[in-house]
């Protein structure tokens, strides 16, 4: 009897605190404060340790017990029942970013800006920045692309109208963001004001996952020549597109790989923040990426969210680089 009325309290409990951060990120946000401001904040640190003796512990306690007894036992039963090598249950993705491990604050103290970088080599970029956690622009390393001139709205709808993209060779990813847009579908179908930005405003991204798709897109671009000879980037490409006052909401990712991301048209306004548990450690950063330079960010260690600054069309290609 008393299992489902704790695990009701436990996801309560979660969502409120889940609730919380979101909101004081938010009132941080609105209020525009500097980012020397919010780190010389004098905030109470009495609270720091109660979570590890309350009733916030058990519930983080008996709710990962309970989501590893499932996954033992789901990929037990997959695996006897079925004789499949794959795993049976599939986490729900907010879920890495609730459980994942804490981060060690040294990731982020004494890094207050993006650096911007042009001329650099391969060499000193993997020595320096590829593998780190500061945030870096290079300038210089798309000249020469067709995509900076031929990418826009319509380059994308002929593209995706063409039908057969050769194999899928990944999911296919899709984020609709705040648009009500549900699909590359339903992008590519929109109202033609809506497309040209004036009627309802849309931001929405994409990941690509079939062999051709892919490889008929890089010829419009090139393998940024900063990132290590050794760096492999596998067969997906990210691209990000929307209007002005739009973007991601504040979220850390939980991909494999360090990215890099082109701002092929458009500016683009990103802020990072610092892993909830190292706010009062380390600084938000806020900075623009124009068109032709190419941000590398670790996506899956600092908090970040990305807004359209007023103008062109925003579009972005990137990828993961191991
Ligand atoms: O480019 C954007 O607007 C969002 C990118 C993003 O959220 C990501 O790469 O994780």
């Keep these: 009897m008393n299992q489902p009325i704790r695990s009701k309290t436990c996801a309560k409990t979660y969502k409120t605190a889940e609730l919380k951060v979101l909101k004081i990120l938010n009132k941080i946000d609105s209020l525009k404060l500097s ?10 640190r009495s609270n720091e340790k109660k979570g590890f003796g309350g009733s916030s512990a058990r519930c983080t306690f008996l709710t990962a017990g309970l ?9 037990w039963a997959y695996t006897e029942l079925l004789g499949s090598r794959s795993c049976i249950l599939e986490l729900p993705s907010f879920s890495k970013s609730v459980f994942r491990p804490p981060e060690d604050c040294s990731m982020c103290v004494g890094v207050d800006d993006v650096v911007r970088l042009a001329n650099t080599t391969a060499e000193e970029f993997e020595d320096k920045y590829a593998y780190s956690t500061t945030p870096v622009i290079v300038t210089d390393a798309t000249d020469g692309w067709k995509a900076l001139k031929e990418f826009d709205f319509n380059f994308f709808a002929t593209f995706y109208s063409r039908g057969k993209m050769g194999k899928q060779i990944n999911d296919c990813f ?9 699909s590359l579908q339903e992008v590519f179908t ?3 004001a809506r497309a040209n930005l004036s009627g309802q405003p849309w931001y929405v991204g994409w990941s690509t996952c079939y062999d051709d ?21 596998d067969m997906v490409d990210w691209i990000f597109m929307g209007g002005p006052g739009q973007g991601a909401h504040m979220h850390v990712d939980s991909v494999r790989h360090m990215s890099w991301q082109a701002q092929v048209r458009g500016r683009k306004q ?12 380390c600084r938000w950063i806020s900075f623009t990426v124009a068109p032709g330079e190419i941000l590398v960010v ?3 260690r600092w908090y970040h969210k990305t807004n359209v600054l007023p103008g062109d069309i925003s579009i972005t290609i990137g990828a993961e680089y191991d």
């Design 270 to 281: 990103w802020e990072l923040a610092p892993p909830p548990e190292c706010l009062y450690t």
């Design 190 to 192: 929109m109202d033609e």
């Design 67 to 75: 989501i590893f007894v499932l996954m033992i036992s789901g990929r």
């Design 213 to 233: 798709e892919t490889r008929r897109l890089r010829s419009y671009y090139n393998r940024p020549y900063f990132l290590p000879k050794t760096a492999e980037s």
């Design 35 to 44: 980012n020397s401001y919010i780190s010389r904040l004098d905030i109470p």
């Design 174 to 182: 899709y984020f609709a963001y705040k648009s009500g847009l549900n």
């Design 298 to 300: 670790d996506t899956n």
